[in-house]
C-alpha cells in the first residue's frame, strides 16, 4: 500500500521577476494515519508547501504523488475531482457561507464530488455530530462561537471522508481555551485514524502532532525523531 | 480511507441540480437586493412592454374610433370624364335607377341606397298653401331623392315618424321625409297627424322626422323625396351616387364588386371609393408612438444591464473566499462561471417577468382610465424574460469571467 503523500525532489518557483524559490528539493512521505506539522516563520515556504499538498497549484519540478497517482499528469479537472473527495481542506478563516445554515455549509464538500449527491444531508449531519455539534444542525455559522465555527469547517473537511486533512493555521484566528479545545478534536480524529497535516506556526499546536518538521528559506527539515 | 486508486481519477462535477440549487440559494440569501439589483431591468422591460402594448392599444382604438364609419363604406358614383361625350353632363345612366336591389344581393353589403339631387328649379317649399305677404313662409330647400336603403345606409336616426319604404318607391307616393334643419325652416314639429308641405305646387305629406345621420350630412337640411316621385315628378334624370355600408372587412372586395354589379357592360365608368386599409393607418400610429419610446425603454435596459453587470462585479469581490473554498472543495474555473453567469441570467429573466408583468398591468390600467380595450401581442408576455435573461447573459459574462479567473490560493488566504 503506498503512503498517502509521496513528494520526491519536489519546487516550486515563482517567476520573476524577481525568482523566488519558495520550495527547493523537497522530500515528504505522509504514511495512512500519520499526524504531521509543519512549522515555520512566516515566508518560509509553508503556504506553498500546504497549496501543492493540495493541488491548488502544480510543482515546478519533482514528483507529488497522492495514493500513489502522479498528479503531474492528470488534468485540472481530475485534480480537481482528488480535491473533492481526497483532500479535506481546514482554513483559518474557517470560510463559512454566512447565509446557510451549518448542515447546508457542510453539505457543499459534497457539491463537486463525484457521486457526492447520495445521502448527502444524514452525512453531512453525521459530520457534524462527530465533531460535536449534533445540536447545532440548523442554526447559522454567524451565531457560534470561534471555536464551534472552526468546527463545523473540520466537519466540512470530513464529509467527503477524505485520504488526508490539510489544515492551515487552524488556530490562528482562535484564543487558547478554544485552540486547546479544537486540537484535542485533531487528537481525537488522528486516534480514529485520520491522515492529518497541520501547518502551524504555534508551538503548543505543533507539540501535539505525532512529527515535526520545519521549512525554513523554501528547505524542508524533520525535526527530532521521524523520516523526511 | 482511501488506500490504492485502482481506475482512472474522476473528474469534480457539479450537476444541473446542483447548479440550481447554488443559484437559488445564492438569489434568496439577500432577497431585498436581489430586487434592487434588478430594479433597472425591471424598469426597462416593463417600459418597454408597457410602451409596445400601449401603441397596440392606442392604434387600435384610432382606427376603431375614427374610421369605423369609414371601415364599413363603400361609395359608388359615376366617374367624372371631361370632354368625352356626355361632356361636363352628369353620365346620368351609369348607375341604374334598381341599383339598391342589385347591391343587397351581394353578400358582405349590409345596406345599400341610391342619391340624387333633384333640381327644382324656382320652385320653393313652403309649409302651408297660403302665402303670408308680412313674413317670409317660402323656402330655398334642397331636395334629395332617395331610395328606401339610403337611410340605414346612411346610419339615420329618426327623430319621430318613419322613412319611406319599397311601397311607397313603387307607387310613386308623395311622401317626404325631413332632415331636422329642413323640419326646424319648414315649422313641422311633429308627424303624426301627417302634416303636408309643398314643393312649388306639389303637395307632399311629411311622414318623418331625422334626428341625426352618421353619412351624408346633407340629408340633414334636406327634403327626402323617393326617387321614383322624384323621377316622375321633378324630372331626376340619374343616380348621382349609391351609399353602401358592408360588414366590417368587406369593403375593398365591394369597391372590386359593385360597378360590375351595377353597370355589367361599362363598369369602368363607375368609381367606387373604400376607405384606405386599418392596418396600414394602424401601422402608421404604432411606428410614430413606437420610437420615443422605444428608444427610452432601450435607454433604461442599457441601464440595468449595467446594473446588473456592477452588483454582480462587487459581489464578485465580495465571495472572493467562497470562490477559493468552492476550488478547494473540487470546483473547476469552468464551474464558477457557470454559477455565476447563472445567478445573473436568473436575476436577468426574473427582472423580465416582473417587468412584463408591471408593463401589462399598466396597459391594462391605462385602457381601464380611457375605457379602451388592452390589445397585447400575445408573443410579447413570452419575450419578455427572455429579453431580461439575455441581459443578465451580456452583464454576467465579465464578473463570471473575473470569478472564474479569481486565483483560490489568494482568494482563500483572505479572511472570513
Redesign the interface.
Known amino acids: 500500500?503506498?503512503p498517502?503523500v509521496e513528494l520526491d525532489g519536489v519546487g516550486r518557483v515563482f517567476p520573476g521577476p524577481p525568482e523566488v524559490e519558495a520550495l527547493r528539493d523537497a522530500d515528504l512521505v505522509v504514511e495512512?494515519g500519520d499526524y504531521l506539522a509543519l512549522v515555520g516563520p512566516s515566508g518560509s515556504g509553508k503556504?506553498t508547501l500546504l497549496?501543492l499538498l493540495?493541488l491548488?497549484?502544480r510543482p515546478t519540478s519533482g514528483t507529488y504523488r497522492l495514493?500513489?497517482?502522479d498528479t503531474g499528469v492528470?488534468?485540472?479537472?481530475?485534480r480537481?475531482?482528488?480535491?473533492?473527495?481526497?483532500i479535506g481542506?481546514v482554513?483559518q478563516?474557517?470560510?463559512?457561507?454566512g447565509?446557510?445554515s451549518n448542515v447546508?455549509n457542510v453539505m457543499?464538500?459534497d457539491?463537486?464530488?463525484?457521486g457526492?449527491?447520495r445521502r448527502r444531508r444524514q452525512r453531512a449531519i453525521e459530520a457534524l455530530e462527530s465533531v460535536g455539534l449534533g445540536h447545532r444542525l440548523e442554526g447559522n455559522p454567524t451565531t457560534l462561537s470561534g471555536g464551534e465555527r472552526q468546527r463545523v469547517a473540520v466537519a466540512r473537511a470530513l464529509v467527503s471522508?477524505?485520504?488526508i486533512v490539510l489544515a492551515?493555521e487552524p488556530t490562528g484566528?482562535l484564543d487558547s481555551r478554544t485552540s486547546a479545545a479544537v486540537m484535542e478534536l485533531f487528537d481525537e480524529l488522528h486516534g480514529r485514524?485520520?491522515?492529518i497535516v497541520v501547518i502551524t506556526h504555534d508551538d503548543d499546536v505543533a507539540g501535539r502532532a505525532r512529527r515535526r518538521m520545519r521549512i525554513q528559506d523554501g528547505n524542508l527539515t524533520a525535526i527530532g525523531a521521524g523520516a523526511a | 480511507m482511501a488506500g490504492d486508486l485502482g481506475g482512472p481519477v474522476s473528474r469534480s462535477v457539479f450537476s444541473w441540480r446542483d447548479l440550481g440549487g447554488e443559484v437559488a440559494l445564492a438569489l434568496t440569501a439577500r432577497p431585498a437586493r436581489t430586487l434592487l439589483t434588478a430594479l433597472g431591468t425591471i424598469l426597462g422591460v416593463a417600459a418597454l412592454v408597457a410602451t409596445i402594448g400601449l401603441a397596440r392599444t392606442a392604434g387600435n382604438q384610432i382606427v376603431t374610433r375614427v374610421s369605423e364609419l369609414e371601415a364599413t363604406e363603400v361609395v359608388v358614383s359615376p366617374e367624372r370624364r371631361g370632354g368625352f361625350g356626355g361632356g361636363n353632363r352628369n353620365t346620368g345612366s351609369a348607375i341604374p335607377w334598381d341599383a339598391e336591389s342589385r347591391l343587397t344581393r351581394l353578400n358582405g353589403v349590409v345596406a345599400a341606397g341610391t342619391r340624387t339631387s333633384v333640381n327644382v328649379g324656382e320652385r320653393l317649399a313652403r309649409s302651408v298653401p297660403v302665402i303670408d305677404p308680412l313674413g317670409q313662409t317660402e323656402y330655398q330647400i334642397p331636395v334629395i331623392a332617395a331610395s328606401p336603403g339610403l337611410f340605414e345606409a346612411a346610419r339615420a336616426q329618426l327623430l319621430t315618424g318613419r322613412t319611406f319604404d319599397g311601397g311607397h318607391s313603387e307607387r310613386g307616393d308623395p311622401v317626404a321625409v325631413l332632415g331636422p334643419a329642413a323640419a326646424q325652416r319648414l315649422n313641422v314639429v311633429r308627424v303624426d297627424n301627417t302634416p303636408s308641405i309643398f314643393i312649388g305646387e306639389e303637395p307632399l305629406a311629411v311622414i318623418g322626422i331625422l334626428a341625426d345621420t352618421a353619412r351624408q350630412p346633407d340629408l340633414l337640411s334636406a327634403i327626402i323625396i323617393p326617387d321614383s316621385l322624384a323621377r316622375a315628378r321633378f324630372g331626376a334624370e340619374g343616380v348621382e351616387e349609391v351609399q353602401i355600408e358592408v360588414a366590417p372587412g368587406a369593403a375593398p372586395l365591394i369597391a372590386a364588386q359593385a360597378p360590375v354589379a351595377l353597370a355589367p357592360n361599362t363598369p369602368e365608368l363607375l368609381r367606387a371609393a373604400a376607405p384606405p386599409e386599418p392596418e396600414r393607418l394602424q401601422r402608421g400610429v404604432e411606428s410614430d408612438l413606437n420610437s420615443l419610446f422605444l428608444v427610452l425603454g432601450g435607454i433604461s435596459l442599457i441601464v440595468g444591464a449595467i446594473g446588473i453587470a456592477n452588483v454582480t462585479l462587487v459581489s464578485v469581490l465580495e465571495r472572493t473566499g467562497e470562490i477559493g473554498l468552492r476550488r478547494a472543495l473540487g470546483a473547476r474555473r469552468s464551474h464558477i462561471a457557470a454559477q455565476f453567469l447563472t445567478e445573473s441570467v436568473a436575476l436577468g429573466a426574473f427582472a423580465g417577468i416582473l417587468g412584463a408583468s408591471a408593463g401589462v398591468l399598466s396597459v391594462v390600467a391605462v385602457s381601464a382610465s380611457r375605457q379602451w380595450s388592452p390589445v397585447l401581442d400575445p408573443w410579447l408576455p413570452l419575450v419578455a424574460p427572455a429579453l431580461g435573461a439575455v441581459i443578465g447573459l451580456v452583464a454576467g459574462t465579465y464578473p463570471a469571467w473575473k470569478a472564474a479567473s479569481t486565483e483560490p490560493i489568494a482568494a482563500l488566504r483572505g479572511s472570513a
Open positions: 500500500m503506498s498517502v495512512t503556504s497549496h493540495g491548488l497549484d495514493n500513489g497517482i492528470l488534468s485540472e479537472p481530475e480537481a475531482g482528488l480535491r473533492a473527495s481526497e481542506f482554513f478563516a474557517f470560510h463559512l457561507l447565509q446557510r447546508e457543499l464538500a457539491v463537486y464530488r463525484p457526492g449527491r471522508e477524505p485520504s492551515d484566528n485514524g485520520l491522515t
